[in-house]
């Protein structure tokens, strides 16, 4: 049973940093990609970020594009995000997710992601 569970959400002021974890369980993503979506009140569930296992590449939305950084630790089948300049738009669940590698297209589908923690808050406030 393949498993993500994330943590290190909170409330933060703006202008502040959090660090996400997601640690993964059940089996080797070695040619996996995993992203982190978000989904405040009342929207739709938006990628955030998106990283493979087995290279380097890294995609991000616009909106955080300069300010989140995603990483990910083969040795501890962890993926982070590590979030600064938080903004009160950033505001959301933070859900962490996985899917077999499909293309660079794919890894900002949601749907396209078979595997999804349970989320975690992020709160920023003004």
């Known amino acids: 049973q393949v498993q993500l569970v994330e943590s290190g959400g909170g409330l933060v002021q703006a202008g502040g940093s959090l660090r996400l974890s997601c640690e993964v369980s059940g089996r080797t993503f070695s040619s996996y990609a995993m992203g982190w979506f978000r989904q405040a009140p009342g929207k739709e569930r938006d990628f955030v970020a998106a990283?493979?296992?087995?290279?380097?590449?890294?995609y991000y939305a616009d909106s955080v594009k300069g300010r989140f950084t995603i990483s990910g630790d083969n040795a501890k089948n962890t993926v982070y995000l590590q979030m600064n300049s938080l903004k009160p738009e950033d505001t959301a669940v933070y859900y962490c997710a996985a899917q077999v590698d499909r293309g660079n297209y794919y890894l900002r589908v949601s749907a396209a992601y078979a595997y999804w923690g349970q989320g975690t808050q992020v709160t920023v406030s003004s």
């Open positions: 990283t493979r296992w087995s290279a380097l590449n890294t």
